[in-house]
Antibody, heavy 122, light 106 residues
Framework: EVQLLESGGGLVQPGGSLRLSCAASGFTFISYAMSWVRQAPGKGPEWVSAISGSGGSTYYADSVKGRFTIARDNSENTLSLQLNSLRAEDTAVYYC???????????????WGQGTLVTVSS | DIQMTQSPSTLSASVGDRVTITCRASQSISSWLAWYQQKPGKAPKLLIYKASSLESGVPSRFSGSGSGTEFTLTISSLQPDDFATYYCQQYDRYSTFGGGTKVEIK
C-alpha cells in the first residue's frame, strides 16, 4: 500500500524558515517523480515544486522560485522541501504527491499525503 | 503560465442527476488534463487523467472528455458520496489547477 506521510509544518514568523519532510513507502520511490502541492484555506490546490525520480531535475512555481528548495533521498525514501523567506501568503496545507507516470515530472498525482499545515504569522 | 477556468463554481443537484463540469485552458494543453475530487479535510483524489482515462478503482459513472482548451467531467448519476469539490489540473507545462466546482445537495 502506497503511503506518504508529511511532517515539519508549524507556525513561523514572516521571513522565517521551515523544512518539510515526506516519508514514502509501498512503491519503488526512485522510479517516480514527486511534487509538493499546497492549498491555502478555502482555495484550490497550487503546485509548488517537482523533482524527477533520480533527483537530477527540479522545477518550481514562480511564486516560490529562489525561496524554496526541493530535494529527495532515494536511499531513505524521503522527499523534502526547504522553505525560506516565508511570507503570509505561503500559509497553506502542504501535500507531497506521487506522479502517476514515472520518473519525469509529467503527469497527474495518483497518491497524496495527508498534508502538513504551515502558518506564517507574527 | 497556463490558466485553468472551471464553471460553474457551485452546482446544486439531486441524487440521480446527471452533472457536467467544464474546465477551460488559456492555451492548448492537448489531452494533458486531470480531474480530482476533494472532500473537506482530505487530500484530492485522482478521478480522470489524460482527459478521459478513468483512474483505477474510480466508479464508471465518472467520465471525462475534451482536448485542446475545453474539457468536461460528467457524473452520469450523482450518488450521495459524490457531493464534494472537483478540480481540474493541466499538466502540459508544469501544473495548474482550476478554481474548483463545489457540488452541493439541492
Amino acid at each position: 500500500e502506497v503511503q506518504l506521510l508529511e511532517s515539519g509544518g508549524g507556525l513561523v514568523q514572516p521571513g522565517g524558515s521551515l523544512r518539510l519532510s515526506c516519508a514514502a513507502s509501498g512503491f519503488t520511490f526512485i522510479s517516480y517523480a514527486m511534487s509538493w502541492v499546497r492549498q491555502a484555506p478555502g482555495k484550490g490546490p497550487e503546485w509548488v515544486s517537482a523533482i524527477s525520480g533520480s533527483g537530477g531535475s527540479t522545477y518550481y512555481a514562480d511564486s516560490v522560485k529562489g525561496r524554496f528548495t526541493i530535494a529527495r533521498d532515494n536511499s531513505e525514501n524521503t522527499l523534502s522541501l526547504q522553505l525560506n523567506s516565508l511570507r503570509a501568503e505561503d500559509t497553506a496545507v502542504y501535500y507531497c504527491a506521487k506522479d502517476l507516470n514515472g520518473g519525469n515530472p509529467k503527469g497527474p498525482f495518483d497518491y497524496w499525503g495527508q498534508g502538513t499545515l504551515v502558518t506564517v504569522s507574527s | 503560465d497556463i490558466q485553468m477556468t472551471q464553471s460553474p463554481s457551485t452546482l446544486s443537484a439531486s441524487v440521480g442527476d446527471r452533472v457536467t463540469i467544464t474546465c477551460r485552458a488559456s492555451q492548448s494543453i492537448s489531452s494533458w488534463l486531470a480531474w480530482y475530487q476533494q472532500k473537506p479535510g482530505k487530500a484530492p483524489k485522482l478521478l480522470i487523467y489524460k482527459a478521459s482515462s478513468l483512474e483505477s478503482g474510480v466508479p464508471s459513472r465518472f467520465s471525462g472528455s475534451g482536448s485542446g482548451t475545453e474539457f468536461t467531467l460528467t457524473i452520469s448519476s450523482l450518488q450521495p458520496d459524490d457531493f464534494a469539490t472537483y478540480y481540474c489540473q493541466q499538466y502540459d507545462r508544469y501544473s495548474t489547477f482550476g478554481g474548483g466546482t463545489k457540488v452541493e445537495i439541492k
